[in-house]
T-cell receptor
């Protein structure tokens, strides 16, 4: 799986949008971008994934650049409960059950 | 829909003792993963099962770790004998591995192991 680069930490004010960047300059054409988050003492939680089009669900939006070399996860109105480590992972999405390879992630601190 | 279930949630053992962790994946999920997460690091894959067969166990320390998924549903991960450096969270995860939307991996809450 391709390597991703994320800032180690970020702060965000409560109620504001949190924009978490991820670089994946060596991503292959068949690799998707996945985002997970891990709140303290819990298992990783799936947020969203995409291939090349922007995606949105009830948790977040995913913006992937046209060249697919970077992406941004957007939490539109961050709350204190969004404080967590956010992992950006690239992974081939097929029926072979390819594993997730985690990096260090971004520690997001949402402040009142 | 029930999530991935793991037990025990917390375990403290002395070094050289043995411990076993149990995982029940989401119903119908063919693929099951065990990850190890040391404090301050991202999770690292130990072993991956597809139904009851091992797909990847290249990162499993086989001299002390073993895992099985005999009937293709529940799985157990065993450590014997435990070392201090095995102190970590052991995460079980599963995926459907079938169909266009079946590849998302879902994690359990983890089993926290402290070896003293």
């Amino acid at each position: 799986d391709a390597k991703t680069t994320q800032p180690p930490s970020m702060d965000c004010a409560e109620g504001r949008a949190a924009n978490l960047p991820c670089n994946h300059s060596t991503i292959s054409g068949n690799e998707y971008v996945y985002w997970y988050r891990q709140i303290h003492s819990q298992g990783p939680q799936y947020i969203i994934h995409g291939l090349k089009n922007n995606e949105t669900n009830e948790m977040a939006s995913l913006i992937i650049t046209e060249d697919r070399k970077s992406s941004t996860l957007i939490l539109p109105h961050a709350t204190l409960r969004d404080t967590a480590v956010y992992y950006c992972i690239v992974r081939v999405n097929n029926n072979a059950g390819n594993m997730l390879t985690f990096g260090g992630g971004t520690r997001l601190m949402v402040k009142p | 829909e029930a999530g991935v279930a793991q037990s025990p949630r917390y375990k403290i053992i002395e070094k050289r003792q043995s411990v076993a962790f149990w995982c029940n994946p989401i119903s119908g999920h063919a693929t099951l993963y065990w990850y190890q997460q040391i404090l301050g690091q991202g999770p690292k894959l130990l072993i991956q099962f597809q139904n009851n067969g091992v797909v990847d166990d290249s990162q499993l320390p086989k001299d002390r770790f073993s895992a099985e998924r005999l009937k293709g549903v529940d799985s157990t991960l065993k450590i014997q004998p435990a070392k201090l450096e095995d102190s970590a969270v052991y995460l079980c995860a599963s995926s459907l591995s079938h169909g266009s939307s079946g590849n998302t991996i879902y994690f359990g809450e983890g089993s926290w192991l402290t070896v003293v």
